[in-house]
């Protein structure tokens, strides 16, 4: 199985901020790397889907970079609606696989 | 609008059974892979299983192979989730999952859209 490392598990950040969340595969998946987003209570979100590109609906402040097995979520300036979880998802190959997850909390 | 809704689950002693069920609307359903991702309270997402759209290949996470099947009727755009043989860690909110297809190169395998997740509980 691929495994999808993130970091860091949480994040401390004001509003303005720029910030960035890092996923690594075990393996190389080419660009078939996803981001979602989710609140509390509701289902996951998709954000970035094949590594960069931005899913419809979406801000452009939200962006990902990666292929192979380095990516990268970039948010360039926190909004209040953005403190969350996010995870990044691997969908090269089943069993489909998420990060642990990165909770991204208001300093 | 494009829709996933879920329904079925909730309280089962271990061993028991229980079957989900998500209903879908707004798009071409036969056309599309439909998995199942479950998050334990308090824990990370989960991939349970995939069905492709025709209905003839299933995958499933090591997890839950043997227990789980997953099955779709794409004359109703319902896929079903049939649980067996429930044990305590399988407690947690199952979501459907729609897979967003080949839209792009290397867009398979991106959920795009979810329901609203169903609660299992499995406790005597």
């Known amino acids: 199985d691929i495994q999808m490392t993130q970091s860091p598990s949480s994040l401390s950040a004001s509003l303005g901020d720029r910030v960035t969340i890092t996923c690594r595969a075990s393996?190389?998946?080419?660009?078939?790397l996803n981001w979602y987003q989710q609140k509390p209570g509701k289902a996951p979100k998709l954000l970035i889907y094949a590594a960069s590109s931005l899913q419809s609906g979406v801000p452009s402040r939200f962006s990902g970079s990666g292929s192979g097995t380095d990516f990268t979520l970039t948010i360039s300036s926190l909004q209040p609606e953005d403190f969350a979880t996010y995870y990044c998802?691997?969908?090269?190959?089943?069993?489909?696989?998420f990060g642990q997850g990165t909770k991204l909390e208001i300093k | 609008e494009v829709q996933l809704v879920e329904s079925g689950g909730g309280l089962v002693q271990p061993g028991g059974s229980l079957r989900l069920s998500c209903a879908a609307s707004g798009f071409i359903f036969s056309s599309y892979d439909m998995s199942w991702v479950r998050q334990a309270p308090g824990k990370g997402l989960e991939w349970v299983s995939v069905?492709?759209?025709?209905?003839?290949?299933?995958y499933y996470a090591d997890s839950v192979k043997g227990r789980f099947t997953i099955s779709r009727d794409n004359s109703k755009n319902t896929v079903d989730l049939q649980m067996n043989s429930l044990r305590a860690e399988d407690t947690a909110a199952y979501y459907c999952a729609k897979d967003y297809g080949r839209i792009a190169v290397a867009a398979e395998g991106a959920f795009d859209i979810w329901g609203q997740g169903r609660m299992v509980t499995v406790s005597s």
């Open positions: 393996q190389s998946i080419s660009t078939y």
């Open positions: 998802q691997q969908g090269y190959r089943t069993p489909y696989t």
């Open positions: 069905i492709s759209g025709s209905g003839v290949n299933t």
